[in-house]
């Protein structure tokens, strides 16, 4: 893992590849009950799960929860990542522990036959390779963290010109707080971080004004979680060439 810092000051990571051997995982089922409790208080009843068949480092598990006439979109969640506590910096103990939600729109194409496309199967893709993610590298994922697909980067699929992610907090939610936070009886905390896909401009501009810049236009712009491939770019110049 190399560090630099961008125009913003903020760090920039770059992580080499992986060279330890596979390292068989099998699944918590009682860290399965738990977080499918916990979905099913603050999200809605799960319509289903996408086992994995032969999990690497921890076992991962994507709930999903069909839409409703409120929530007109799927909710999907990972179950597996908080298996293993990330490697936080000084003073971030509490945040040891994470799982990931993305929000696809009612419409998607969401079976076995059409996920062999990437422009369906991208975010699902992504929220096992972010799952993941910090138990490979020894590293942490936390809120207004960005992660780009590639370097430069790269759009998901055919379908999009989306070619990365950041993390925020939930907010098609209705308890956002309640569902952030999950307490376990052994005191330890799982957090429940929104992925958002976002443009190579809005990491450029992420990198040249700091995240707190990027997360304001995004929520003045109303994005959130619910994946929407129509929707626009919130920074019009591209800041930072790679």
Known sequence: MNKELAPSG??????????EDFTLASGNDEAIKVISEHVEKYIGEIDGVYHEIISDLVHL????????????YYTLVTCGMSNLPMTVPEGADNFRFAELVICLPSEWKMSDEAFKQDENYWPILWLKKLARFPHEYQTWLYHAHTIPNGDPAQPFAPNTEFSGMILSIPTTVDDANGFFTLELANGNRIHFFSLIPIYTKEMDFKLKKGADALIEKLEQAGVNEIVDLKRKSVCKTSFWKF
């Open 10 to 19: 903020e760090a920039i990571f770059r992580y080499e590849e992986r060279k």
């Open 61 to 72: 598990d994507i709930i999903i929860v069909k839409p409703t006439k409120g929530k007109n």
